[in-house]
């Protein structure tokens, strides 16, 4: 399973607290506070801080390393974790806002499943409810066909870290070099969608509120990420 040696390392690698403020603040553009479900919510950083600014999260993810990982950070138990597919969220009734970040959505590996989902996430919005979402950029795709490698130290293990593209997919490989000797490998693949292709398949359950690049840049732009606001026709 992806995650399942990544999640105990997660936050050492990517967390930045500047930047899930951003995501944060990103939220609260459109959003006030109110019952949200996240979906793929990780190691619970950006879920974190929605509850300490007054949302009511619910919060989902695949890995159960993950969950654990958020869990530690919610001492006050406010919020309610599920270890699940984001692709079924049938044990759900509906949310005022649903929320998918920081490239969880790019997972979902087949155009049939990302229709479905977005039904799906459509199905568990409140009347006009939001929806926030965003996606590797098609730039990535041409960034990452020169081979990006990382490697560095970890207290119990050495990691080795490379991302690739090719044609439409962005291959992640990790490698921990643990003390005793073994050796564990996670190999992640991500999909990236046209831009045109989303929003036609947006367009049949949601208005687009807003399209943006990098956070700040009207629509589609050259940049690492496209980043959608959409709210339930
Ligand atoms: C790059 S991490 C992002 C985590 C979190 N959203 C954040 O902002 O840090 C991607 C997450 O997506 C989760 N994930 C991937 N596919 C999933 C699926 N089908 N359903 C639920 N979670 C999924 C992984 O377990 C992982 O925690």
Redesign the pocket.
Known sequence: M??DTL?QY?DAL?KDEEA?RM?VDWIESKCSPCDVL??????G??TEMLVQDGFDVSA????DE?IEQAKQKDVDNKIQFYC????DLSNFSKFSAIF?????FN??LEKEEVSKFFKEVSDHLKDQGYFFFDTHSLDRLEEFEDEFNETGSFEDCDYQWSIMSEDDLIYQDFAFYFQEGHIVQEHHIQRVYDPVWLEKELSKHFNILSVKTDFDLEGIQEGEKYFYICQKK
């Open positions: 992806i995650y999640a997660y990517v899930s995501w996240e979906l793929a919510c990780g190691s950083e950006i989902l993810d695949l890995s993950m699940q597919d984001m692709k998918c970040l920081c490239d969880s997972y979902l």
